[in-house]
T-cell receptor, first 112, second 112 residues
């Protein structure tokens, strides 16, 4: 049974470049969440979707960040342009609306 | 066993000891709580959950206690093993359809 699948697992890019992180949630889950994890701030919620519709994007740092969920099996988190302070591990998680979340392995982003 | 006061970032125990990790949550209206374990380089994994209408729940070697009066959650691990070494997070869920809010993690180190 496949869990949440994220890609890439690691990305190193230069400041100013566009970064796209991808997520495939668990089949049948109707909620999808993007979190960012850093040493300083811990796990922060960026945005979440219910039934492919963005519900709360108040955690998105600024306009450089955008997220889409074109269908129930795919979501992207895009950063354009990227900055060194965006370096973090980005997690995607999915759930069935009852609270419990299943996390992917994360995408470690390094912006030089 | 070791007992931790309200959130300490690290806890070191000997193999075989009992461990207690504490967490203070923020919202008295939260209805659901989860403990997650995060090993190095991986995403958080579900350990045990508890609903707000309960004050104790037991799993295999783990017990979660909920004290709603003081908004306090604890995770007890019996006979701690080296494989239990990880970062442990508590998370609260305010209501259906919303995201989990994570607390600061506690790093548990188990020495043989």
């Amino acid at each position: 049974d496949a869990g949440v699948i994220q890609s890439p697992r690691h990305e190193v890019t230069e400041m100013g470049q566009e970064v796209t992180l991808r997520c495939k949630p668990i089949s049948g889950h109707n909620s999808l969440f993007w979190y960012r994890q850093t040493m300083m701030r811990g796990l922060e919620l960026l945005i979440y979707f219910n039934n492919n519709v963005p519900i709360d994007d108040s955690g998105m740092p600024e306009d450089r960040f955008s997220a889409k969920m074109p269908n129930a099996s795919f979501s992207t988190l895009k950063i354009q342009p990227s900055e060194p302070r965006d370096s973090a591990v980005y997690f995607c998680a999915s759930g069935q609306g009852n609270g419990e979340l299943f996390f992917g392995e994360g995408s470690r982003l390094t912006v030089l | 066993g070791e007992s931790v006061g309200l959130h300490l970032p690290t806890l070191s125990v000997q193999e075989g000891d009992n461990s207690i990790i504490n967490c203070a949550y923020s919202n008295s209206a939260s209805d659901y709580f989860i403990w997650y374990k995060q090993e190095s380089g991986k995403g958080p994994q579900f350990i045990i959950d508890i609903r707000s209408n309960m004050d104790k729940r037991q799993g295999q070697r783990v017990t979660v206690l909920l004290n709603k009066t003081v908004k306090h959650l604890s995770l007890q691990i019996a006979a701690t093993q080296p494989g239990d070494s990880a970062v442990y997070f508590c998370a609260e869920h305010l209501q259906a359809g919303t995201a989990l809010i994570f607390g600061k993690g506690t790093t548990l180190s188990v020495s043989s």
